[in-house]
T-cell receptor, first 114, second 111 residues
Framework: EPEVTQTPSHQVTQMGQEVILRCVPI?????FYWYRQILGQKVEFLVS????????KSEIFDDQFSVERPDGSNFTLKIRSTKLEDSAMYFC????????????FGQGTRLTVV | RKEVEQDPGPFNVPEGATVAFNCTYS??????FFWYRQDCRKEPKLLMS???SGNEDGRFTAQLNRASQYISLLIRDSKLSDSATYLC????????????FGTGTQLKVEL
């Protein structure tokens, strides 16, 4: 079964440092997403990406965040200067034809900012 | 009012019991509805989509009431392996290209 893969599974970083979270979406999917889940809270939308550009972003996705699809397979989330409150599980997801179809989620990257 | 609202639980039920979860959503023009399952510290996985006519998949039945903006999930003959958090998820019209999640309802199935 095709799957979304994310690396690393766990990242510990110091406050103020830059981190890059990596994702390989399912190969024939066209829409890519980043969500985050703070421990004990709900899954929150960060950004969606389609046709090599951001199609929507949430209030959380401020100037500290950026996304990129540097090649035909990888989809990355960069946080430029991490804050303590960025500590969360970050999930990458992809869909074949948009949010009305099944979203496949990666296993997540647990980011801990110290 | 929260965009997607669920009772957080936990629901503790014996094996073999029938359990029902409810969810309400605030945007009357919402388009698509789903139940996802999330195991502890794992990613959400689609359990089933929810259609206006209602739909069933084995022991699981989902219902949608657009007039009341209400979604339900019924699990019959619950198994220990059903223990998880069940997430009500909505794609809202005008909500763009994203899914909106409820906080989830925790289910614990016990011997």
């Amino acid at each position: 079964e095709p799957e979304v893969t994310q690396t690393p599974s766990h990242q510990v970083t110091q406050m103020g440092q830059e981190v890059i979270l990596r994702c390989v979406p399912i190969s024939n999917h066209l829409y890519f997403y980043w969500y985050r889940q703070i421990l004990g809270q709900k899954v929150e939308f960060l950004v969606s990406f389609y046709n090599n550009e951001i199609s929507e972003k949430s209030e959380i996705f401020d100037d500290q965040f950026s996304v990129e699809r540097p090649d035909g397979s990888n989809f990355t989330l960069k946080i430029r200067s991490t804050k303590l409150e960025d500590s969360a599980m970050y999930f990458c997801a992809s869909t074949r034809t948009g949010p009305n179809t099944e979203a496949f989620f990666g296993q997540g990257t647990r980011l801990t900012v110290v | 009012r929260k965009e997607v609202e669920q009772d957080p639980g936990p629901f503790n039920v014996p094996e073999g019991a029938t359990v029902a979860f409810n969810c309400t959503y605030s945007n009357s023009a919402s388009q698509s509805f789903f139940w996802y399952r999330q195991d502890c510290r794992k990613e959400p996985k689609l359990l089933m989509s929810v259609y206006s006519s209602g739909n069933e998949d084995g022991r699981f039945t989902a219902q949608l009431n657009r007039a009341s903006q209400y979604i339900s999930l019924l699990i019959r003959d619950s198994k220990l392996s059903d223990s998880a958090t069940y997430l009500c998820v909505v794609n809202m019209r005008g909500g763009g290209n994203k899914l909106t999640f409820g906080t989830g309802t925790q289910l614990k199935v016990e011997l």
